[in-house]
Each structure stands twice: as C-alpha cells, then as structure tokens.
C-alpha cells in the first residue's frame, strides 16, 4: 500500500509540473526613465537570466491571501483523507478467558474480578513507575486456560486492522500479549505516546475485562483531532477494546472508582513491506497552490511557517526514517517543496512554564492548622497547577535542513510570528496541552514549579528568505548595509532582491529612514533615477526631508544633476509639512550652487523662497528662532507684518504663538535689535498683540493637564491624572505683563468668565471653571499689590471683573465641610472684615467641620491682622472674630469619639497659640459633658488623660488645685471610682499562688501564667498541637490552677486550648489591677499628700483611700507576679513617677505624724462616692 502512495506522490508532482512553475518578477524596478539617456535593460538577457536562474512562469490564479490558515487546513484535510483511522474501540461479547496467573502462585482469577483478586494481584505485581495505584505483570506470567481466547484475540485483532486501514492478511500480523494491567482508584497517565517495544510494532492493542470501575477514560489526539474512549459504562459484565497507532498521543484520565484490569498487546508487522502508517495522498494540489501563492507574494508574505511536530527527534535523520504522523507530514510536504523552491528544516522547540503552585486541595485551605504535623505528606507533582499569571518561555533553537546541515541557532519567534506563521496558531497552547517531558517542584523554596516541554517543529520557507532566516534579527542590517557599501554599476539578482525587502517593508512614520537612504544611495551608485523617485515614492521620503536627509538629498543632485533633481525637490517643499525644512533647504541649494558658481538655479531659489513665504506652515515649538531670522533678513520687518503674522494668526497653535510673541518681545528690546527706529518697534509690538490677542482668543485655559504629583515609585505604570490646572491662566497673565499688553488682561479675564457647558467635550464644566477661578484668586491678589507705581496701572475692567465674579463661589466654599489651604487662602486674600462678618462667617459656621479647617482658618486671619489693620471696621476686629471662631469650634467639638490624648492636648494648646488660653476651660467642660454621654469614656479616655493634663498645666503654669482642673480631677475620679472599680473579691491569692506554681518556662506556660496575672478572663491558644494541650493540661493540674480557672482543649487540628478564670478570680484580678490605676492616677496629679488632700478637699481625699484599700498615695504596694498594670504617662511629665509602681522609703514619715501604721479601715458607701459636676 505504502509503495502505490509514492508512485501517486510522484505522478502528482510531474502533472502538477506542466501546469505551472514559480515567478520572479524584481526586474522592472531597474528599468530606465524616460528622457534620461539611460536604455531599457535587456531582461531576456540570456547570460544575466542563467546566472540568476529566474524563471518566467505566469502569475497563479485566485491567490491565497491567508497562507498560514489555508496550510494549516490543508495539513488537517490530508489526515482526515486518510483511508481509516488512527484508532479503534468496540465492546465485545467475549468468552471468560479462565484468566491463570502464575506470578505468586495466583493461580486462575475470576471474573468479573473482585476487590480480594485485585489485592492478590497488586501484591504480586510492579508499580508502574509513571503513576501511581496502577500495577503491571509481565505478559509472560499470564496465561489462559479456555482456548476459544485465542481464537477471540485473533477476531478481534482482524477487526482493529480493518479499523485502522490495514490490511489483515497482508500485514501477516503478530499479536503480542505484552502486560496485564490493573489501575487503582486515582490511577491516571499524563499525555504520551508510546514507543516501540518490539520490532515491527506498529500499533497497541487494549483489551479491557469486566471489571467494576468509574472514569478512567482515554483521550486520544493526533494532528489536532480529539477522540474519547470510555469504557466504564457496562465495565463490571462486559469486555472492550481499544487501539491505536504508536504515534498517536494519549492520556488516561483517572480512574474515580473501583479497578480496571486489562491486557495490553502489541500489534506486529511482520513482512518486508513496509510497516502500515497514515498515508495523504489527495490533497497534493492544493498544497501546491498554496505553496506557489506564498512563493510568488515574494517579500510581503510569511517569512517562514513553524508546524508543530507530534515527537522529539533526535536527528534529521531520526526524522526522516521515523513513522507515524511526523513522517507523513514530511513527505506531504517535501515533494512540492522542493519543486518549488522551498527549504524544510527541523528544529527544537522548548517551552518553560515556571512559576508559583497551587494543588488541588490548596483553595479553601486554613493555612493557620497546616501544622509541622503534615509537612512529610507526599505532594503529587502531576496533580499541581500554576497559581495566577505564571512566566512563559519558548524557544525554538538548532535549525538544521533535513540532511542535517546547521541552518540558524534559533529561529526567532515573538508573539505575532506565532499567531501568523506557526502550526497550530498557538504552539505554545499546544505543548502546554501535551505531555510534559520534565518537572521541577520545591515546595521548601516557596511551592516554585517549573515545567519543561520540548517537541520537534518543521519549518518551511520560500529560498527568497534564506538570509533572513540564517541571518535573524541581524538580516534588515545587513541588507541596509550591502546596499550602502555596494560598488557595483550595476545590481546584480540579491541586490535587487534586497531593494524589494527593503522598499517592502515598514517604515517610520517620522525621523531619519535608514531604508530609504540605503536604497536612494544604491540608486545612485548604479544611476538609477527612477530607482530613487520610487524608493521616495515608497518610504514617504517627499513627506519629510528628515526621512531622506539633507546629505543623502545633496549626494543625489551631485550623481544626477539640478535638471534631473529640482521636480522631486520641488515637491517636497510642497509636501513637507515644517517650515524649517523648508527654508533650511532653500539656503542648502543656495549654498550649493553658490560653492559650484551656478547660476541657473538663481531665479528657482527666489520663487520657491517666496512661494514657502506666501505658505507657511502651522508654526512649531523652535521656530521662535526661525521667525527671528526671517524678520531680520532684509524686508523682514514687512513680510512679518504682511505674510508672517496673518498665516500665522490663522494656522498655528495658541501655545506655539505665544513662544512667537515672547521672542518677538525678546528681539525688541535687545540693544541691537532689527527693530532699529521707533516705527519698527512699532510693528513689532503691534504683531506680538496681534499674536498674542489670537493666541488668547483660541486658547482654553480649562484644558485638562497632567497632575503635579510625581508617579509613585512602587508603581511602574502608574498614570498621571489630567485636570485642569492654573498655570495656563498665570502663564498668559504673564506674557500680557511681560510684553506690556496690560490691556489684554480683559480678554484673559472675559475668557475665564465664559459660560461653563454641561459636558466636558463641549467645554469646562461649572465645576472645572469655578475651581480655578479660585484658585487664580491669590495670584490675582498678588499681581494687584505687587504692581509697582512706576508701571502703567491694570485694567480696572479686568481686576473688578474678577473679584465681582469670584466672590460668590468663594462663599460657596465656606458651605463645603473639607475646606483646603488653597480655599481659605483664596477668602483670606479677597474679603475685608465687614465681609467675615456679615457674609463669610455666617457661611463658614453653618457647617458642621473639624478642628484642622477651624485651625487653618484662624491661623489664616491672624496672618494677615496687620493687612486688616489698614481697613479697620468699627464694629469688629481680627482678635473677636478669632474668638467667636474659637469657641464656635469648641461647641462643635467632640473630642471623646476619636479618644485620642495628643489631639485633646494640641487642642487645648491651639488655645493659648491663638491668644485664647482661658478658653482651654471650656475644652475640659466639653469633654466631661461629652465623656458622661459614653459608658466606657471615662475608664478608656478621661482617666488615662489626667497626666497629659497635669504636663499641660505646668508648660503653661495652670495650677492642679484650682478650678478647672481640679473640678475635672474630682469629677472624673469620682466617675471612674463609682462606674468601674468594682466591689474587692475575696478570692486574691490563689490566683497568683496558682501562677506561682507553674515552674515550666517553655512560651505556652509562660502565656498562661501571664493570663493567670492578668485583668483577662479567658486565654485562647490556637494550633498548638496534640502533645503540647497534654503538656499544658497536665501543668494546670499539678498547680492547682482548677481552683480559680477551666480548662479544655478545641477539638481543630492541629488541637488548640483554652482557659478560662472563674467570675471570683476574675473580679479579683480586675480590682487589683485598677487600684493600681487609680493610685498612679493620683501619683501622676502630686505625690504631695497635702496637694491631693487639696485637690480633693480632705474628707474626699480620706474616701478615697479608703476605697484603695491604701493609708497615704505613697504607701508601699505590693506587687504580684508577673503583673503588669501601666496608665498612659504625660507627653511632657512634670511627675516624679517614671515607671508602673514607685514605692517611697520607708523611712518616710506618713503626713501629718510619724506613725506609719495604716488607720483602722472603714467600710466606704459606694452609693454615696461624690460625684462633682463641671457643667
């Protein structure tokens, strides 16, 4: 069968061969122009056309336009032609083998097999090596005692060969029992292929017995046809088989239950004849047009297409005698190729996918019980996956010809080559999807994967591109530079190869063209006008002189002289669109021809000089200086006045009009201007106006501009905002200033005022235009009062114009509640004190706002009392503003939501910064009244506040036992003392007794003997694991600690405990702990006796130590283990109190005597603890 394919391969060629042959049609490029003097070349030049072996075949018809997918289905139509297919399957009315084991004495194994056979078997077996709960005994261990098996295998085997289009008895088949295989719940094969176990092999042959199982099922692929093979269905009474080409790729999916057991046999062929494979035969002329198409595209079709190969091969030679799809793909293609003049070649393609893992069971998982417990578990690198956006890297490397001959290292291959020139579009999809030949996995590095996948590609090409795929990346640079260097009269087949590539191919929309230059100076070196008028015509040379540039413009006029040159001149002055270039050029010729003494260009230069004059381009950024140098060449100051500014009014941009204006501004008043007399001047101050006045008209000063702040370094592609900004504005304020056309300040100011659209496309919203009206009001304010006398005054119109108008949104401002520097600015600069009065303080204290914007407003108008000073009001002043402001926001003010001690001290102190001290009394007021609304304020906020108090009083000599802050220590201890104290528990001792006990030192004995000393009731330890709650729990016992607490373990995994004091423990814990806080509470206020007993007035000082349990405030106070009590200390201490306990000597006399026993205690009636009311 294989042998009539060839000869169909080769009569298909031959016929083919008469039809029609390739084309290279590059010669008219270098035919002359007319009335050049040059003679048309001689194409059928018979000694020219042997060299270059270029052939004359006639265009092909309806051409394919899409090269890559016309192959790609072309290649896929010729696997479908194929006469069978590439596997097999049906389920089988089957005799019971009496399948016989002999491995391990198993003897016969019944079927359908049961899960006791399936272990005897798995015992007596080998683990796959690949995969895991799939077992395999050698088929020679296997035996079958009913002999119509045999007979069954061989029906069977006949049926599969008719299958896969072989031919039964001429094939003279061996059917070879290879393994018995047995696949366990979880049992599953990556994508593979199979490799020829025995001489001859061709095929497998998968026998499947009844058999219990779920999935399993197998996935076959083959030049990008799928096939699913599932046999579960039926699988515990009944037998299938199931085959296919060693070639074809498959994969096992896992098997979700039960066993599957089978027989695998290899199919053998055993005559001279070659071995069956999948022929194409019919698709020959179609490949053939599609190939003749890319061919005669020449350079603007695919430089190469990259098919994916089924296998890795070694070698050319591997490739060549290898069977299967890969061969068949080869041979398809090869005839045509290489009558067309095409190059096969085979290469490596390598694919590296790295990056961070995730697992099956890594979604939902608590990384918190992932304990050490389970860090030994096996992981089952097959069943990872890549977590988000894993790295890929692909290359394709060691290009050799199918002799194996080295073409290229690499073939070079970017993300758009694999869409439009690779089989299939996305190689790198298609080796993911396959078989991986190599993995990496280290989950002690950071769980890093890496996955390695490596396939054989064929690679196709037109010979017109050999130098490009030998040369890659460097090939363009070394056609640019052939061409450069050539020093040949006359092109010979590459260089006029190399002028197609070139004029081809892309180029720059702007800036200087390599290509065209290269090509312009071939043309030249080989006097080939119309050669360079069409590299021109090509490239966009007439669009821009910079594509051509002036040298390679002035080389073409030296080879092909003015007569030839000035037309292709003459039209890039017309087409370019910079005035610059155009005049630059202008003097280049003049300079030429001047150098060369000729003069018939004379007459030219002047037309086209005053033909570029009277057609002025939109003038740029940089041609300020330009515009100088015309005014300054002789009648210049006439054409600025008559050509230059009327263009230029009409055609340019206001920004680059503006730069005119200031160089023309500039120019005037250098010492030796062109503007020599006072008309000149004259003219030049009425052109900048003019300028100016259009560039102010036609300018939005709402446009949006990139946002000031700088890109975040952290953030690579970080955006800027774009808003509209101010410096538009001030910048043409600044040119009217500058140039002295005060007068257009009017027409700045009329603009601002325009009515603001609804949309942002139509024009600045109401939003946009309200913002920089207020924004430009401290530079407007800055621009009135540093206006020196000596000037010409501002334009009323204008200056009234703009406060008149701003005036209503800057108080609008004072009703938004986030207030900016920038927006009291703007009021402090504009109002007068009858204003604040009557119109902006109203506004301002209507809204409910924070104490920074009340801060910023004040500091503000103190700021500027020395301006208000000049225009002073008679019913008000800076200093009562201030006030009423102050104490507007002290009302406003609730300083016991946030409970934060630094904001209520810098609070106190803007007091005194804004010449208010005495209102600091009030703050205090405030806070008890607002404190007395919340439960947990005066235990979390007013007590801890009392030594940040304390420092306050003695930066600013407030004494402690003078109103207020004395009625504020009463009220708030007195709170404090009836609300949260609590009643003294008995239970005292054993809790720390308990804690003493525990001698352990490891950190969960030391966390629970902390906790037993703590104000705490209960103490969660998380994850800890089974042996460490053992631990625990057996330290908790030998201490006694069930007396005071419980106990028990949490039933997570790893274990976790938890401990929990009794309420007597509790209360007792939490009363000693706050005698400690009221006692350094009290420290913190004086640890004179005599101050405190002022400060609570005696009797109330005596209740209170009763209440402490303590005979003075110095009094010596023991100290439990391990306990920590601390109270917030001052920012500023004035108190001799510098750590959580301070014991006095005990040397020290009590006050008022020198008996230091504690009094006789007295019951303390908490119900009746005074409580002193500030408000």
Not at 533 to 552: E, F, I, Q, T
Not at 892 to 899: A, I
Request: charged content about 25%; some cysteine.
């Amino acid at each position: 069968m294989a042998s009539i394919c060839l000869i169909h391969l080769v009569d298909l060629a031959e016929q083919d061969n008469h039809q029609a042959a390739p084309s290279e049609n590059l010669e008219p490029i270098f035919q002359s122009e007319t009335g050049s003097g040059d003679e048309l070349e001689d194409r059928s030049d018979s000694e020219e056309s042997d060299s270059d072996g270029e052939e004359t075949a006639p265009r092909v018809e309806n051409p394919s336009t899409d090269i890559r997918g016309d192959l790609e289905k072309i290649i896929s139509s010729a696997t479908k032609s194929f006469k069978g297919s590439f596997y097999f399957e049906k389920r089988c009315d089957a005799p019971n083998p009496t399948l016989r084991l002999i491995s391990g004495n198993i003897g016969t194994v019944g079927l359908p097999l049961v899960e006791l056979a399936a272990k005897q078997i798995i015992a007596c077996s080998e683990q796959v090596p690949s995969a895991k709960e799939a077992w395999e005994m050698d088929g020679g261990l296997v035996a079958f005692d009913n002999p119509a098996w045999n007979s069954f295998i061989v029906d069977v085997a006949a049926q599969v060969y008719k299958g896969l289009g072989i031919n039964f008895h001429a094939s003279k088949p061996k059917i070879e029992l290879y393994k018995l295989l047995l696949h366990g719940t979880g049992s599953h094969f990556l994508p593979h292929q199979y490799t020829e176990k025995a001489e001859g092999m061709f095929a497998t042959m998968v026998v499947t017995l009844p058999s219990a199982f779920t999935g399993g099922a197998i996935h076959l692929s083959h030049a990008g046809l799928p096939a699913v093979i599932d046999s579960s269905a039926d699988s515990l009474i009944s037998t299938s088989v199931a085959a296919w080409y060693t070639g074809v790729t498959h994969e096992f999916k896992p098997v979700t239950s039960g066993y599957r057991l089978a027989l695998s046999y290899n199919l053998i062929h055993t005559t001279d004849a070659p071995r069956p494979s999948l022929p194409v035969i019919h698709e020959l002329p179609q490949l053939r047009h599609i190939l003749l198409s890319w061919k005669q595209s020449g350079y603007s079709g695919p430089q190469k297409i990259v098919c994916l190969l089924q296998k890795l091969h070694d070698s050319a030679a591997a490739l060549r005698d290898a069977e299967g799809a890969d061969a068949h793909l080869v041979s398809f293609l090869g005839t045509v190729a290489r009558e067309l003049d095409f190059k096969l070649g085979m290469a490596k393609c390598q694919l590296t996918i790295s990056g961070a893992a995730c697992g099956p069971d890594d979604y939902g998982r608590d990384d918190y019980y992932d304990s050490d417990e389970n860090e030994d578990d096996d992981v089952d690198s097959d069943d990872l996956e890549f977590a988000d956006n894993p790295d890929y890297d692909m290359t394709i490397t060691d290009l050799v010809d199918l002799e194996g001959c080295s073409v290229c290292d690499e073939v070079l291959m970017d993300k758009e080559d694999e869409k439009g020139q690779t089989i299939p579009a996305n190689i790198s999809g298609a080796l993911e999807a396959g078989p991986c030949d190599e993995q990496e996995y280290d989950r002690h590095c950071g769980g890093d994967l890496t996955r390695h996948y490596a396939r054989s590609v064929l690679v196709i090409w037109p010979s017109l591109r050999d130098e490009e795929i030998a040369y890659g990346d460097g090939y363009f640079d070394y056609v640019l530079e052939s061409l450069r260097t050539t020093t040949s009269t006359k092109a010979d087949r590459e260089e006029r190869q190399f002028v197609e590539r070139v004029l081809a191919s892309h180029h720059p929309e702007a800036g200087p063209d390599e290509g065209l230059q290269s090509v312009c100076t071939a043309a030249c070196q080989w006097r080939k006008l119309e050669l360079w008028r069409r590299a021109m015509d090509a490239r966009g040379g007439y669009d821009s002189l910079d594509k051509l540039g002036l040298d390679y413009l002035m080389d073409a006029v030296a080879e092909f002289g003015y007569n030839d040159m000035l037309p292709s001149i003459e039209k890039m002055l017309q087409k370019d669109k910079s005035n610059t270039r155009r005049f630059k050029l202008l003097e280049q010729i003049e300079s030429d021809a001047k150098a060369k003494d000729d003069s018939s260009v004379g007459h030219w230069i002047s037309e086209k000089r005053e033909s570029v004059l009277g057609s002025l381009r939109p003038f740029v950024a940089g041609e300020d200086k330009l515009l100088i140098e015309l005014v300054k060449a002789p009648g210049g100051i006439a054409v600025l006045e008559h050509k230059i500014v009327p263009q230029a009014e009409s055609n340019s941009k206001p920004r680059n009009l503006l730069s005119l204006v200031l160089a023309l501004h500039a120019e005037k008043i250098r010492p030796d201007s062109c503007f020599k007399s006072a008309d000149d001047k004259e003219i030049g101050s009425r052109a900048g106006a003019r300028l100016l006045s259009r560039a102010i008209k036609r300018k939005n000063f709402f446009e949006l501009v990139d946002s000031p702040a700088g890109a975040p370094s952290y953030h690579p592609y970080w955006t800027p905002r774009r808003a509209p900004s101010t410096k538009l504005a001030e910048q043409y304020l600044d040119a009217c200033l500058k140039t002295e056309n005060e007068a257009l300040i009017v027409e700045v100011v009329k603009k601002l005022m325009a009515v603001p659209r609804t949309t942002r496309n139509a024009g600045p919203t109401a939003a946009e235009r309200d913002s920089i009206l207020i924004a430009l009001v401290p530079y407007f304010s800055k621009m009135v009062e540093e206006r020196s006398d000596s000037l010409p005054p501002l334009p009323p119109v204008a200056i009234d114009l703009f406060y008149k108008t701003t005036m209503p949104f800057l108080l609008a401002q004072m009703q938004k509640a986030d207030l900016k520097e920038d927006d009291v600015t703007s009021v402090s600069a504009t109002a007068h004190i009858r204003s604040y009065k009557r119109s902006i303080l109203p506004k301002f204290k209507a809204v409910g706002r924070g104490p920074d914007t009340y801060k910023l407003f004040i500091r503000q108008l103190r700021a500027r009392e020395a301006q208000f000073a000049l225009k002073p009001s008679p019913t008000s002043s800076i200093p009562a503003i201030v006030t009423d402001l102050l104490t507007t926001m002290i009302g406003q003010l609730d300083l016991t939501v946030m409970k934060s001690v630094a904001a209520t001290i810098d609070m106190l102190e803007f007091c005194y910064e804004a010449n208010n001290g005495p209102r600091y009394a009030d703050v205090l007021s405030k806070l008890v009244k607002d404190g007395n609304r919340r439960a947990d304020c005066v235990e979390s906020f007013l007590l801890p506040l009392i030594p940040d108090l304390v420092g306050f009083a003695s930066r600013h000599g407030i004494s402690v036992t003078a109103p207020p802050l004395v009625s504020y220590f009463q009220t708030v201890l007195g709170s404090w003392i009836k609300g949260f104290f609590g009643s003294r528990s008995p239970v005292k001792s054993p809790l720390f007794a308990c804690a003493q006990k525990i001698k352990c030192k490891c950190n969960f004995c030391s966390d629970v003997v902390k906790f037993l000393s703590s104000t705490e009731q209960s103490l969660q330890l998380f994850g800890i694991g089974a042996p460490k709650t053992k631990h625990l729990e057996n330290a908790l016992k030998s201490a006694g600690v069930g007396a005071v607490a419980t106990w028990n373990i949490v039933m997570t995994s790893p274990r976790g405990f938890k401990i929990t004091k009794t309420n007597e423990a509790h209360q007792a814990s939490r009363w000693e702990a706050n005698k400690r806080k009221g006692i350094l509470t009290l420290k913190s206020i004086s640890t004179d006796e005599n101050v405190l007993a002022s400060v609570f007035e005696g009797s109330k000082y005596d209740n209170l130590l009763r209440y402490l349990d303590v005979p003075w405030v110095n009094a010596p106070v023991r100290a439990e283990p391990s306990s920590v009590i601390s109270i917030a200390q001052p920012s500023v201490s004035t108190s001799a109190v510098t750590a959580a306990y301070v014991c006095l000597p005990a040397t020290r006399a009590a006050p008022g005597g020198g008996d230091t026993s504690p009094s006789k205690r007295q019951k303390v009636d908490r119900a009746n603890v005074e409580i002193i009311d500030l408000t």
